[in-house]
């Protein structure tokens, strides 16, 4: 609503007040769609700052009691019209843009039209340069397209029909509220007094900052929450400026805590679920307890290059076949289950104290998106998160790799060649899965092993794809990963960070994916 044609009026009649005769002493820009004019008015010792703020999703323009210039990360612009002399300022004919016109032969278009806004160097009212060079279409705009002829007059109203889009200034928002008021309307003639009467508004004196459905707005309409009223533009858009910035800037706030701490629960319920599903997997195995107690108790019937044995169960006299080691003594292979069977048992308390930690983990992570959701200002929302950002901050700098999870399944990639000798040699277990991508620089990936599980298929593919990603070759439509167990690879003393040595590796084709 700021940049409806009848507030740009207001706006380019005060500037023009203001700064005619002043010199534009510079134009820079330090923050992407953000440009700065500095200009000096005649008779004035300070300095007057136009902030023009094109980001696609809003633009505004204000004008900042002081502005400093970054000695870094700053750029000058439109050099041209440096030290140039402002004869007049402006708005285009019916249309949503402002002109800026100079005593030579250049002039400065600040086109406000949504996300297509831009501000464009002309020469003779031709294109010189732009200040979005993305939008391609406005180095070859035809100034005299912009002017538009619209008769508001009551005869054209009424040989119109009432059709609101023959007003195309009016903008959605002056439409939406005509339309609205037009309901109790009951003939045309009724509706032309209501429309007249907005024009009347439009074209009047007061500017306000208010709110309609919770919308933040600066109307020349009366309506909604009213949060303040002026009758200058300038001190209007510097007040619009602010608020819209503070509440910006909340929201952004927000959604970033709100995104880090649904992604916390995520990650924490697939870890819940992952170890939950461990742990049933762990029950369903098989007693190798009672497998090793059925060895001890009848050794004298095993031969030791037997495969297997079949032997009645101590509780209800069932037969168990029981898988033996070709080679060794039915001592040995009793031993080799009761190790089994006490790492089975450590794997099983284990999960489950994890279980209790992730549980606890989740009802925190709710109940920060609670206090969230009634949060008010920045600070309580910083308060809120504070734990989670340290938590994360922690985790990147505790960890050479970064985590990622697959089908119950963890995968971690090296963040850099020191990251990945340590992800390989300091963080592996002799039978984790190690991948590569093939002839190129990359990331070493690990498939953490898990007790009694094969690595299935789409773990495997999972892995290659984040491997190919994570290389040299990710631009590639197919790109071969070559992987082993990890006890199949080894560094030779004075290899560069990085590089070692892999045997019994196979090689998997996969799209490089992220």
């Given at each position: 609503?700021?940049f409806n044609?009848?507030?740009?009026?207001?706006?380019?009649?005060?500037?023009?007040?203001?700064?005619?005769?002043?010199?534009?002493?510079?134009?820079?820009?330090?923050?992407?769609?953000?440009?700065?004019?500095?200009?000096?008015?005649?008779?004035?010792?300070?300095?007057?700052?136009?902030?023009?703020?094109?980001?696609?999703?809003?633009?505004?323009?204000?004008?900042?009691?002081?502005?400093?210039?970054?000695?870094?990360?700053?750029?000058?612009?439109?050099?041209?019209?440096?030290?140039?002399?402002?004869?007049?300022?402006?708005?285009i004919?019916?249309?949503?843009?402002?002109?800026?016109?100079?005593?030579?032969?250049?002039?400065?278009?600040l086109?406000?039209?949504?996300?297509?806004?831009?501000?464009?160097?002309?020469?003779?009212f031709?294109?010189?340069?732009?200040?979005?060079?993305?939008?391609?279409?406005?180095?070859?705009?035809?100034?005299?397209?912009?002017?538009?002829?619209?008769?508001?007059?009551?005869?054209?109203?009424?040989?119109?029909?009432?059709?609101?889009?023959?007003?195309?200034?009016?903008?959605?928002?002056?439409?939406?509220?005509?339309?609205?008021?037009?309901?109790?309307?009951?003939?045309?003639?009724?509706?032309w007094?209501?429309?007249?009467?907005?024009?009347?508004?439009?074209?009047?004196?007061?500017i306000?900052?208010?709110?309609?459905?919770?919308?933040?707005?600066?109307?020349?309409?009366?309506?909604?929450?009213?949060?303040?009223?002026?009758?200058?533009?300038?001190?209007?858009?510097?007040?619009?400026?602010?608020i819209?910035?503070?509440?910006?800037?909340?929201n952004?706030?927000?959604?970033?805590?709100?995104?880090l701490?649904?992604?916390?629960?995520?990650?924490?319920?697939?870890?819940?679920?992952?170890?939950?599903?461990?742990?049933?997997?762990?029950?369903?195995?098989?007693?190798?307890?009672?497998?090793?107690?059925?060895?001890?108790?009848?050794?004298h019937?095993?031969?030791?290059?037997?495969?297997?044995?079949?032997?009645?169960?101590?509780?209800?006299?069932?037969?168990i076949?029981?898988p033996?080691?070709?080679?060794?003594t039915?001592?040995?292979?009793?031993?080799?289950?009761?190790?089994?069977?006490?790492?089975?048992?450590?794997?099983?308390?284990?999960?489950?104290?994890?279980?209790?930690?992730?549980?606890?983990?989740?009802?925190?992570?709710?109940?920060?998106?609670?206090?969230?959701?009634?949060?008010?200002?920045?600070?309580?929302?910083?308060?809120?998160?504070?734990?989670?950002?340290?938590?994360?901050?922690?985790?990147?700098?505790?960890?050479?790799?970064?985590?990622?999870?697959?089908?119950?399944?963890?995968?971690?990639?090296?963040?850099?060649?020191?990251?990945?000798?340590?992800?390989?040699?300091?963080?592996?277990?002799?039978?984790?899965?190690?991948?590569?991508?093939?002839?190129?620089?990359?990331?070493?990936?690990?498939?953490?092993?898990?007790?009694?599980?094969?690595?299935?298929?789409?773990?495997?593919?999972?892995?290659?794809?984040?491997?190919?990603?994570?290389?040299?070759?990710?631009?590639?439509?197919?790109?071969?990963?070559?992987?082993?167990?990890?006890?199949?690879?080894?560094?030779r003393?004075g290899?560069?960070?990085?590089?070692?040595?892999?045997?019994?590796?196979?090689?998997?084709?996969?799209?490089?994916?992220?």
């Amino acid at each position: 609503m700021h940049f409806n044609y009848f507030f740009l009026s207001k706006l380019a009649k005060s500037l023009n007040q203001r700064l005619a005769g002043a010199k534009i002493l510079e134009c820079f820009s330090q923050n992407k769609n953000e440009l700065i004019i500095t200009t000096l008015p005649v008779n004035e010792m300070k300095f007057f700052h136009i902030r023009i703020d094109l980001n696609p999703n809003y633009s505004f323009v204000n004008f900042p009691e002081n502005f400093y210039r970054s000695k870094r990360n700053s750029i000058s612009l439109f050099e041209k019209i440096t030290a140039a002399v402002i004869a007049g300022i402006r708005v285009i004919n019916n249309d949503r843009s402002l002109i800026i016109e100079f005593t030579n032969t250049y002039s400065l278009l600040l086109k406000f039209h949504g996300n297509q806004s831009n501000v464009i160097l002309l020469e003779d009212f031709r294109v010189v340069s732009l200040f979005r060079k993305k939008l391609l279409k406005d180095k070859t705009l035809e100034f005299e397209s912009l002017e538009k002829q619209i008769n508001y007059s009551k005869n054209y109203f009424l040989t119109a029909k009432a059709n609101l889009d023959e007003y195309p200034t009016l903008g959605p928002f002056v439409k939406k509220r005509i339309k609205m008021l037009w309901q109790s309307a009951k003939s045309i003639d009724e509706q032309w007094k209501i429309f007249h009467k907005i024009l009347l508004e439009l074209e009047g004196e007061n500017i306000y900052i208010l709110r309609e459905e919770g919308k933040l707005m600066l109307s020349l309409i009366k309506m909604g929450t009213v949060i303040s009223t002026h009758s200058d533009p300038l001190t209007a858009l510097n007040e619009f400026a602010a608020i819209f910035t503070r509440e910006n800037n909340f929201n952004l706030k927000k959604k970033h805590a709100e995104n880090l701490l649904r992604y916390e629960e995520k990650i924490h319920n697939q870890t819940l679920q992952s170890l939950t599903t461990s742990l049933q997997k762990l029950a369903q195995q098989k007693n190798y307890k009672v497998y090793a107690d059925l060895l001890m108790a009848n050794l004298h019937k095993i031969n030791p290059y037997d495969s297997e044995v079949t032997l009645s169960n101590f509780t209800d006299n069932s037969e168990i076949t029981i898988p033996l080691k070709m080679g060794l003594t039915p001592q040995k292979n009793a031993e080799n289950y009761y190790r089994k069977s006490k790492n089975q048992n450590i794997q099983i308390t284990k999960n489950k104290e994890l279980v209790k930690l992730k549980e606890k983990s989740v009802k925190e992570i709710r109940s920060s998106l609670e206090l969230l959701n009634d949060a008010g200002t920045v600070k309580e929302i910083e308060e809120i998160i504070a734990p989670f950002e340290k938590l994360k901050a922690d985790k990147s700098k505790s960890h050479p790799y970064k985590t990622f999870h697959f089908m119950d399944f963890e995968i971690r990639v090296g963040k850099n060649a020191k990251s990945n000798d340590l992800t390989t040699f300091k963080h592996s277990y002799k039978e984790d899965l190690w991948l590569h991508v093939k002839d190129a620089g990359g990331s070493h990936v690990l498939v953490k092993y898990k007790s009694g599980m094969n690595f299935p298929r789409p773990v495997i593919e999972r892995a290659a794809q984040l491997a190919a990603f994570n290389s040299k070759r990710k631009t590639e439509t197919l790109c071969p990963v070559i992987y082993t167990p990890k006890k199949f690879v080894r560094k030779r003393k004075g290899d560069p960070a990085g590089v070692v040595v892999v045997e019994n590796e196979k090689v998997l084709l996969v799209e490089p994916k992220f």
